[in-house]
């Protein structure tokens, strides 16, 4: 419970279909009535071709707060996976919190459940006893699937109270999918015997089975009856338009509120709650069809050709994103017209780009902090650390809204990167419908930048080993030349150009009395005074073993750069605590820049004066 409304959290797949759309719309109606608001946990595809333990998007489900949550409902046949819906009913019984089960048994929850198999028996029935069908055979989804199972025993049930034979070798399977079931239709074609009726377990498989009838001039329902399963809108785009039954998302909803009010309520509920699906005659089996035409296919044209367009700005933004250096930039690409009402959180490494996300073996998807990486709420646009218990910015004003958070987890190479909360001010099926389209290009496009950003990080790590010189940090002969030659590209004729050369003196005698490692030190601390004296922008390298150099481009105080060297070792010799002292040569020379200008003639002319000056220390020390 939050702000004294109690949290109703609701684990589904595939929102975007427009029979979820409809539950969702009659559920929240019926909550936000009773002071009570819906969470959507939602993964964008059916886990039933997966192994779930490898798919990234359920860890969306680890997003539930059971601390807070009041009911749990699992849509368990939308989501295809008894291992996820068990442990989501395992984890709210720790918490001891009501579970509701839609189209699924399972201890510890209520089960509110489609009737199928008596709104089956009524298309089944219909064919056989109205249309006197005698010759029948059935397309099941898998064998050993519960719901091909339950429809293959209700043909046989009907088809034997009615003197018809029915065996084996009338049952084909078509997988619940367009593919196999035209697969299982030419087998029946083939064997020359055509039925009077094809009964399908779902209205995929009858849509595709009924065109290949007729493509081999078989005429349906003239010849051959088809029926499908499950009233999906497309049952009215088909010709002739595909018997079936309806589920009443509307009335699952209602079923699903009820038995919600009673366990919030602390009653009882024994054995499952049935919802009856409607019989929907059509033209597939003779009978005449009352849909309304015009309204159908104006809904079906405004969903698909508004998906199309935002297909192809999504993409746009993924490649943008992925393109970016900056995280804040990257982000801003999301300020679209395609993408509103939403927030996207991240896991707080993700925004770290030294950091090998896809490489850390993670304990759980999501970190206790966590990082804010947009809010189309903010303009302008702020990037921060939010907490993982506080979910999204202004959770109490969102849930006042009325209407649900949706969450979906985003994910890249199979790795959860952070998940997006969606609030639609309204269940328009167009909004619901891209929710799909902006999972996967958010988590394409953000998932890519932090994976392109490290290796961004990496190459220049690699760059940098080859540009520097190990011991001084300075930049490496190679290097300096690249950096001049870029240097004086951009200065104009007449500048004032310097080099500095500074030359540690006896280097052998340290080396020989205190090591070399005192040597590489000493080395060391000549080419930080040298950085340190020189102005910023300054190009400065290890030009040989004790040879350092510095680069400017623009007017500069030598006199002051010679003495800031001095001072730097200075400095060095009375805190080193050594028994000998540092000293350096210095050599320095200015000129315009010009088309003559050679930099190896300037670096010899500052390495005479060094020598000069090292002479000098060498005569005076014999004296």
Same mark, same amino acid.
């Given at each position: ?461 690699? #760059?940098?080993?080859?540009?520097? %010189?190990? *011991?001084?940090?300075?930049?490496? =002969?190679?290097?300096?030349? &690249? @950096? ?116 190896? #003639?300037?670096?010899?002319?500052? %390495?005479? *004066?060094?020598?000069?000056?090292? =002479?000098?220390?060498?005569? &005076? @020390?014999?004296?």
């Amino acid at each position: 419970m939050i702000g004294g409304r109690k949290l109703i959290s609701l684990c589904i797949s595939r929102l975007h279909d427009i029979e979820n759309n409809r539950f969702i719309a009659r559920l929240n109606e019926q909550l936000r009535n009773q002071n009570c608001s819906l969470l959507i946990y939602n993964i964008t595809t059916d886990l039933f071709w997966k192994d779930s333990d490898l798919r990234s998007e359920i860890a969306v489900f680890d997003l539930i707060d059971y601390e807070r949550t009041d009911a749990v409902i699992i849509m368990d046949e939308k989501i295809k996976s008894h291992a996820v819906t068990r442990s989501i009913i395992s984890r709210s019984k720790e918490h001891d919190i009501p579970v509701i089960v839609v189209d699924g048994e399972y201890e510890d929850s209520i089960c509110v459940e489609f009737d199928y198999p008596s709104g089956f028996e009524k298309i089944v029935r219909h064919v056989i006893e109205e249309h006197g069908a005698r010759n029948v055979r059935f397309i099941g989804g898998f064998k050993g699937n519960r719901f091909s199972d339950e429809r293959e025993e209700t043909v046989r049930k009907v088809a034997a109270e009615n003197g018809i034979p029915f065996d084996e070798s009338m049952v084909y399977y078509g997988e619940f999918w367009a593919k196999p079931a035209i697969a299982a239709v030419e087998k029946i074609i083939a064997s020359g015997d055509i039925p009077d009726a094809v009964f399908c377990a779902n209205d995929i498989m009858a849509i595709n089975v009924s065109s290949v009838f007729m493509n081999h001039g078989i005429k349906v329902p003239e010849q051959v009856i088809v029926t499908g399963f499950d009233g999906i809108d497309e049952i009215d785009f088909t010709v002739p338009r595909i018997t079936s039954a309806s589920t009443s998302y509307q009335e699952l909803a209602d079923k699903v509120f009820s038995a919600l009010q009673a366990l919030l309520s602390g009653e009882r509920i024994e054995g499952s709650i049935k919802v009856e699906p409607v019989l929907l005659l059509n033209e597939s089996c003779g009978c005449t069809s009352s849909a309304d035409d015009s309204r159908m296919l104006r809904s079906f044209n405004n969903r698909f050709y508004h998906y199309q367009d935002e297909y192809v700005k999504l993409n746009g933004i993924t490649d943008v994103i992925q393109e970016k250096k900056e995280m804040l930039s990257a982000a801003e690409v999301l300020y679209s017209d395609v993408v509103e009402n939403m927030c996207c959180i991240i896991n707080k490494e993700c925004a770290d780009n030294t950091h090998d996300y896809y490489r850390t073996k993670r304990e759980k998807p999501f970190g206790d902090t966590m990082f804010m990486f947009f809010n189309s709420d903010d303009i302008p646009l702020r990037q921060y650390d939010i907490q993982r218990s506080d979910i999204v910015p202004d959770l109490e004003e969102k849930l006042e809204s009325g209407y649900p958070l949706i969450f979906n987890c985003i994910y890249f190479m199979n790795m959860p990167v952070g998940y997006i909360c969606f609030c639609f001010r309204n269940y328009d099926i167009t909004e619901y419908g891209k929710i799909m389209a902006v999972a996967n290009a958010i988590g394409r496009g953000v998932g890519g930048f932090v994976n392109m950003r490290y290796q961004r990080y990496l190459i220049e790590r690699v #760059e940098s080993m080859y540009m520097y %010189d190990y *011991l001084t940090g300075l930049y490496n =002969r190679t290097s300096f030349n &690249k @950096k001049y030659n870029e240097a004086i590209s951009e200065l104009p004729y007449g500048s004032e150009i310097t080099v500095v050369l500074s030359d540690l003196d006896g280097l052998k005698e340290i080396n020989d009395n205190y090591g070399h490692f005192s040597g590489d030190r000493a080395i060391s601390t000549v080419a930080s005074a040298l950085k340190k004296a020189c102005p910023p922008g300054a190009i400065c390298v290890r030009y040989g073993g004790d040879e350092m150099i510095g680069f400017i481009a623009g007017a500069c105080d030598k006199d002051a750069i010679t003495a800031d060297i001095r001072a730097a070792i200075e400095e060095h010799n009375a805190d080193s605590g050594s028994s000998y002292k540092l000293s350096a040569s210095i050599g320095i020379v200015s000129e315009k820049l010009s088309d003559k200008t050679d930099i190896e #003639e300037l670096i010899e002319r500052a %390495d005479k *004066l060094m020598y000069i000056e090292k =002479r000098s220390k060498k005569k &005076k @020390k014999e004296i």
